[in-house]
Every structure is written in C-alpha cells, then in structure tokens.
C-alpha cells in the first residue's frame, strides 16, 4: 500500500477509528473514575563511614567509596522482610509484613551514599507514618548488623536526612496521563483494525484492480442511486440525473468495441445475483434507442425474470414460448416507449433453462433478431451459479460483465471470467456498478473507465456527443456501421470463426 492508500483507508474508515479511540477513551476515564486513590510519601537517608584513620583525605576518599558500594546493597534491605517485620512489630500494624513491604520501594541514587525509600497507601497520613517508621527501623538495623562482634561502633551509619512528608495528591490514578494515553493507544488500534480491515476486504473498489484483473476495458462507472429498486429506469425517470449520464457515456464508449467486427447482439450479464445487471441492460438498451440505434431487448434470465416487471409489459408470452413453437417472434415481441425498442420477454419459466437457450433453436432466433435490428442485448442470469449466461455468450457477438463494486469480490470475477474463456465466449468489457459518489471512493461522473488508448478528452468523458459533433444518427451509424440489416447476420463474433 502507498502513502495515498493509507490516507484513503483513514478517510474511508474514520468512523472506525473514531469509534475504536473514543472506546479507548471511555475505559480509561471509567479506570480512573473506580480506580482508587494511592498516595505516596518518601524520605531519604544518608549513608556514611565512620573514620578511624589520622589521614583524613585517603579516610575520606576510602570511607565515600565504601559507603557507594554500601548503598547499593541497602536498597534491598531497605525494601526487604525485615524492615517491614520491624515495623509491622513498631506500629502494631494490622497488615503484614508480606502487605507492606509491597508498599515499599527504595532506591541508591546513582554515584551518591543517598536511598530514598517511597511507601504507597491509600491513606495519605497513613503513607507518611509507614515513611518514617522504615527509615527509623532500617537505620536500626544497619546498625545492628555492622557493629563488630568484638564490640564497638558499627563502621558505617545510616542518617535520615529527609522525613516524609504528607502527601498533596494521590499519585495514581492520574486522569491526564491516563486519557493521553488511551487517546494514541486508541488511534493506533483504531488505524491498525482499518488498514487490517482493508486488507482483508478482496471486494473490487476500483476501476484499475477491475481491469487488471479482468484484462478487459472498463466501459462505465454507474454511482450508487438508493432509490434505484423504486425507479430502476433512470433514463427514462429522470434524463438529467449523473446515473442517467453515466448510462449515456456508457452507450458512447460502445462506439470502441470491437471496431474491425461491430456487434450485433450482446449479453450482460454478471458474477453473482444482486449486482444490477438487468437494471444495467434495461437503461442501457432505452439509451441506445434514444440515441436512434434499434435495439432488441430480450430477457434471457428464465429463472429469475424481472425485465418485464421493470419494464411494466406482460411477461407470460416471450422467449420460451417462441422456442417451443407456441408463438411467433412477431407475436413475442413488444413495443416499449417512443424510441422504438423492441422488448422480447422471458414467459413461461421452464424447467430447463440451460438446454433452451444452448438449443439451435435459439441460435435461429438470435440471427433472427439481427437481422431485423442494429443491436440485440440479451440480460442473463449469472455467470457463477448457472451456465446460461455462458452458453448465450458462444452464440452471441460477446458479453458485458456487470460488477457491483464493494460487494463483488475478485475472485468471485476472476471465476467468472474463466467460465466464460472456457467456451471462447468474447468479453467486450465490463461496467462498475452502483460506485459510491460520496466519500474517498467516490467517482465522479466522466471519470474512471479504463480507457487508457483513447484520447484524453475521451477518457475523462469531457466531450459530450453533440458537443463532439455527433447527432444521435451518427452514433448509431457508428455503432452498427454502414452494413444493410439483411447482411448483418453474419456479423456475429460466432460467425466470423
């Protein structure tokens, strides 16, 4: 990941990251709040040897190094068993002498015959009167344990040369170092859950991994709509929105598929189910009518039709009834809108979905609808649960793979397209739905589709068609070409094999 993949993660993940510090926050406030208050007192000591030399300097000098080394080893007397049975013993104390000398600390101060000896309680007067206590016991002690057998004072002494005093606040918790704390422990985890998160997430989130993965062009980037499941025309709904624009740019980028064996007829489809293909290939077919291109719109999805429901027509008559000979194709097919396209159906669900629409009968069909319009454009079902979508793209120019970004994961797409290299099936691109327009992912309109070899007017899609010149006419002359519709037949991929 670079600099500008982390900055997009944060920018992505901050509610998380907000989430995760203010957690952290909350349980160190709620630590401080139930925590309970220690104070602390100390007092130091002084540890000195005792002359006994008429050379005071080489006394002096001797006696200072053998009081460092002395101090050194003080510090664990100081805070041993035997100071706290001391003073458990002194003060008649109700703890331990195990309880209070884990109130002790004591430490030799580097290069000096200093210790200083600290005692934590929960009662500050009571932390000041441990204090004193240790220092006037250990002072007895040493005593006691340098005086010479042979009678004599000891030859080093211990001096307290600071008392304790009473504490002025308790030493822990301490709520500023503790909320400090928890807010950079919560921003690491918080980053650290988000960049982890991101990782893990194999979703397609971006118009590069899309084509790289799929080796094919990103032909359209279609944003996110909410209200798409209650108006899935866009086109025909609402003209001026950036979804119904983001339909128009990908009827334009049409124009550079396959431009040596134009296609007459081609299959949407996609990975998995709820990816949008068949609002995808509805919008898609209305604009290229409204562009003047004559469309066929055929609803390949036996098994889960829903074209006709978009599209408000009777679905009981259609595909299937023409393949089983129960209708003509010129019963079937139905008018829909002013523009002139044609919508076949799928009818009746059959109980072998796969076998019709790989029978030659569907072939027939297919050459058939060619040859009576300039584009036909057939929604299947997906590529991964069944083979319908596959078995149409052999008889078909090619295929469309719908991908629903954020949802639809790379291996889910690189299965997909491996099923259809299987049968030879020809991909023409594929088209990134429901994009987020808001937020670090989002993709503005015009922006992103993958076409690296076009002008850089084109890519970013900042020549609309009649700002370019070019009427409604004119695009669908360049789509279909100049070829007349009974010569047509024989432009399929499949034919030219």
Same mark, same amino acid.
């Given at each position: 990941?670079?600099?500008?993949?982390?900055?997009?993660?944060?920018?992505?993940?901050?509610?998380?990251?907000?989430?995760?510090?203010?957690?952290?926050?909350?349980?160190?406030?709620?630590?401080?709040?139930?925590?309970?208050?220690?104070?602390?007192?100390?007092?130091?000591?002084?540890?000195?040897?005792?002359?006994?030399?008429?050379?005071?300097?080489?006394?002096?000098?001797?006696?200072?190094?053998?009081?460092?080394?002395?101090?050194?080893?003080?510090?664990?007397?100081?805070?041993?068993?035997?100071?706290?049975?001391?003073?458990?013993?002194?003060?008649?104390?109700?703890?331990?002498?195990?309880?209070?000398?884990?109130?002790?600390?004591?430490?030799?101060?580097?290069?000096?015959?200093?210790?200083?000896?600290?005692?934590?309680?929960?009662?500050?007067?009571?932390?000041?009167?441990?204090?004193?206590?240790?220092?006037?016991?250990?002072?007895?002690?040493?005593?006691?344990?340098?005086?010479?057998?042979?009678?004599?004072?000891? +030859?080093?002494?211990?001096?307290?040369?600071?008392?304790?005093?009473?504490?002025?606040?308790?030493?822990?918790?301490?709520?500023?170092?503790?909320?400090?704390?928890?807010?950079?422990?919560?921003?690491?985890?918080? /980053?650290?859950?988000?960049?982890?998160?991101?990782?893990?997430?194999?979703?397609?989130?971006?118009?590069?991994?899309?084509?790289?993965?799929?080796?094919?062009?990103?032909?359209?980037?279609?944003?996110?709509?909410?209200?798409?499941?209650?108006?899935?025309?866009?086109?025909?709904?609402?003209? #001026?929105?950036?979804?119904?624009?983001?339909?128009?740019?990908?009827?334009?980028?049409?124009?550079?598929?396959?431009?040596? #064996?134009? +296609?007459?007829?081609?299959?949407?489809?996609?990975?998995?189910?709820?990816?949008?293909?068949?609002?995808?290939?509805?919008?898609?077919?209305?604009?290229?009518?409204?562009?003047?291109?004559?469309?066929?719109?055929?609803?390949?999805?036996?098994?889960?039709?829903?074209?006709?429901?978009?599209?408000?027509?009777?679905?009981?008559?259609?595909?299937?009834?023409?393949?089983?000979?129960?209708?003509?194709?010129?019963?079937?097919?139905?008018?829909?809108?002013?523009?002139?396209?044609?919508?076949?159906?799928?009818?009746?669900?059959?109980?072998?979905?796969?076998?019709?629409?790989?029978?030659?009968?569907?072939?027939?069909?297919?050459?058939?609808?060619?040859?009576?319009?300039?584009?036909?454009?057939?929604?299947?079902?997906?590529?991964?649960?069944?083979?319908?979508?596959?078995?149409?793209?052999?008889?078909?120019?090619?295929?469309?793979?719908?991908?629903?970004?954020?949802?639809?994961?790379?291996?889910?797409?690189?299965?997909?397209?491996?099923?259809?290299?299987?049968?030879?099936?020809?991909?023409?691109?594929? /088209?990134?739905?429901?994009?987020?327009?808001?937020?670090?992912?989002?993709?503005?309109?015009?922006?992103?589709?993958?076409?690296?070899?076009?002008?850089?007017?084109?890519?970013?899609?900042?020549?609309?068609?009649?700002?370019?010149?070019?009427?409604?006419?004119?695009?669908?002359?360049?789509?279909?070409?100049?070829?007349?519709?009974?010569?047509?037949?024989?432009?399929?991929?499949?034919?030219?094999?």
């Amino acid at each position: 990941m670079e600099l500008r993949d982390y900055i997009r993660v944060l920018r992505k993940q901050w509610v998380l990251i907000a989430l995760t510090t203010a957690l952290a926050i909350a349980a160190a406030i709620g630590y401080t709040v139930r925590a309970t208050p220690l104070y602390q007192s100390s007092i130091k000591l002084f540890v000195s040897a005792q002359e006994r030399t008429t050379d005071t300097t080489s006394a002096a000098y001797q006696g200072g190094l053998f009081s460092q080394q002395r101090a050194k080893s003080y510090a664990d007397l100081l805070s041993g068993p035997r100071v706290a049975e001391s003073v458990v013993a002194d003060l008649k104390l109700s703890m331990t002498p195990g309880q209070l000398q884990a109130k002790i600390k004591a430490q030799a101060l580097p290069d000096t015959v200093l210790l200083t000896a600290s005692v934590t309680d929960t009662n500050r007067a009571q932390a000041q009167r441990l204090a004193n206590a240790v220092g006037v016991q250990f002072a007895a002690l040493v005593d006691q344990l340098e005086r010479p057998p042979t009678g004599g004072p000891a +030859p080093i002494k211990v001096e307290v040369v600071e008392n304790a005093r009473l504490p002025g606040g308790p030493v822990s918790p301490q709520p500023t170092r503790n909320v400090g704390l928890a807010l950079v422990l919560g921003l690491l985890l918080g /980053i650290g859950i988000a960049v982890l998160r991101e990782t893990l997430d194999t979703t397609v989130k971006s118009t590069q991994d899309l084509q790289e993965r799929v080796g094919a062009p990103v032909l359209g980037v279609i944003g996110f709509d909410p209200e798409a499941k209650t108006r899935p025309l866009i086109v025909q709904a609402d003209p #001026h929105s950036s979804r119904a624009e983001a339909f128009r740019q990908l009827r334009t980028n049409l124009q550079f598929v396959d431009v040596d #064996h134009r +296609p007459t007829s081609i299959v949407v489809t996609s990975s998995v189910s709820e990816e949008g293909k068949t609002t995808t290939t509805a919008n898609l077919a209305i604009s290229l009518s409204q562009a003047g291109i004559r469309v066929a719109l055929v609803e390949g999805d036996l098994r889960r039709p829903r074209m006709a429901e978009y599209l408000g027509i009777e679905g009981a008559v259609g595909l299937t009834t023409v393949l089983v000979g129960r209708a003509s194709l010129d019963d079937a097919l139905q008018p829909w809108g002013d523009a002139g396209l044609l919508v076949l159906p799928s009818g009746a669900t059959p109980p072998n979905p796969s076998e019709l629409l790989g029978s030659q009968g569907m072939a027939d069909l297919l050459r058939e609808l060619e040859s009576r319009v300039d584009l036909v454009l057939i929604d299947a079902p997906p590529l991964l649960p069944v083979t319908d979508a596959a078995v149409l793209s052999v008889i078909a120019s090619g295929s469309l793979l719908v991908v629903r970004h954020g949802r639809t994961r790379r291996e889910q797409v690189s299965t997909a397209i491996e099923s259809l290299r299987r049968v030879d099936a020809h991909l023409f691109g594929v /088209i990134l739905n429901m994009a987020p327009t808001k937020g670090p992912d989002a993709y503005r309109y015009g922006y992103g589709y993958g076409y690296d070899y076009r002008p850089r007017s084109v890519v970013a899609g900042k020549v609309p068609e009649q700002a370019a010149g070019t009427t409604p006419d004119q695009v669908a002359q360049r789509l279909v070409g100049d070829v007349p519709p009974s010569a047509r037949q024989g432009r399929s991929r499949r034919a030219t094999r």
